[in-house]
Nanobody, 124 residues
Framework: QVQLVESGGGLVQAGVSLRLSCAAA????????MGWFRQAPGKEREFVAT???????YYPDSVKARFTISRDDARNTVYLQLNSLKPEDTAIYYC??????????????????WGQGTQVTVSP
């Protein structure tokens, strides 16, 4: 059974940084592409970042200069560094994993495994 557990969210002021972590179990972590998505109240789930098995990364333009995804295969953990946070970054942040050897994707449909989410709230 695949389990993904996010941590690191919180209530912060605009301009500061946070690092989110997602610990994975029940899968061969190095074989999975990992993604981060977020969902704000009343909005659809939004792609934030993805990292392939090779370490290649991809971001939407809205976060490219501020967010960094990384992975530590020895620790079965994926990270999301959030810098220069803005109030519009307020959302629940979810990590997700693909099935083994499947490619990284910007689409949430590509990820069958999801964590429970961690809340990030950015005050002005």
């Amino acid at each position: 059974q695949v389990q993904l557990v996010e941590s690191g969210g919180g209530l912060v002021q605009a301009g500061v940084s946070l690092r989110l972590s997602c610990a994975a179990a029940g899968l061969t972590f190095g074989d999975a592409a990992m993604g981060w998505f977020r969902q704000a109240p009343g909005k659809e789930r939004e792609f934030v970042a993805t990292i392939a098995q090779s370490g290649n990364t991809y971001y939407p333009d809205s976060v490219k200069a501020r967010f960094t995804i990384s992975r530590d295969d020895a620790r079965n953990t994926v990270y999301l560094q959030l810098n220069s946070l803005k109030p519009e970054d307020t959302a629940i942040y979810y990590c997700a994993a693909t099935k083994p050897l499947m490619p990284a994707s910007t689409s949430h449909f590509a990820y069958p495994y999801w964590g429970q989410g961690t809340q990030v709230t950015v005050s002005p």
